[in-house]
């Protein structure tokens, strides 16, 4: 089992390293490189999860290639690359995609099918969440009448700030606004029946979209445990939070321990390792069918 915690290919540095991902210039395309990286509370720890890249490439992949039909993604190959990262090939399978340039969307595209997270905060301290109005009495965890587009911004450090849609507006434009406000919701209803029935609810997710030229594509990652929230549709039980595909085992150790939530992050024991990297092999094998391996 091979843990990537930062690519290191000789001659080559990455244009950019993001929380996760460690991104290539290839020319005409970038190489995105998945490492095993996990960010709490915007702090990168420093103890990686081993198969965490492997599985939000390969499920990103997945959803590009299921939900293709709604709007373009940006993905030219996962199994190719040009020279001189086809040195690298054994390093780069499996958590690597080549992908078009685009210019990318100013906003985060967030859709929530139920009040959690920070759209729970923002409904206990107004009734809604970024500008729409939302029926009374509701509990945490509710599953909203219809899914809702709640955009943010991108932050360069810290949280991603939730705006509303007339804010999304300004920045991007109306028409631009309301042609991703559509698309997400779409995915997000594709998305969502699709792995209901699978035992996943799909709570929330993000998308970011991207131009080329005039034409939208959706790019980045694809409905990963690390841009959504699933949860397990046996137990759901409103009224609280709700266990999940995803990072929380992290989550709850580090408020146990009573870390400040400031650099540098603590190291992972091994039952906390053990227990994430389950939860996000668990989630591929439930929404694909098949295990990681």
Known sequence: MRVVRETKFTGLSPA?????????????????????????FDVILPTPIPDKGRVLTRL???????????????????????APFDAYREELAGRSMLVRKTVPLPIECVVRGYVSGSGWKDYQRAGEICGITLPTGMRESDRLPEPIFTPATKAASGHDEN????????????????????????????AATYAEPRGILLADTKFEFGLLKDELIWIDEALTPDSSRFWPAAQYKPGGTQPSFDKQFVRDYLESIHWPKTPPGPELPPEVVDATRGKYREAYRILTGRELD
């Open 163 to 190: 705006i509303s849609f007339e804010r999304a507006a300004s920045l991007i434009g109306t028409e631009r606004a309301l042609q991703v406000r559509d698309v997400s919701l779409e995915i997000y209803r594709r």
């Open 60 to 82: 990103s992949l997945f959803w590009f290639d299921l939900l293709r039909d709604v709007i373009p993604n940006h993905v030219l190959s996962a199994t190719e690359f040009p």
């Open 16 to 40: 950019a390293r993001g929380k996760v991902r460690d991104i290539y210039d290839a020319g005409d395309a970038l190489l995105i490189v998945a490492t095993d990286r996990l960010s709490a």
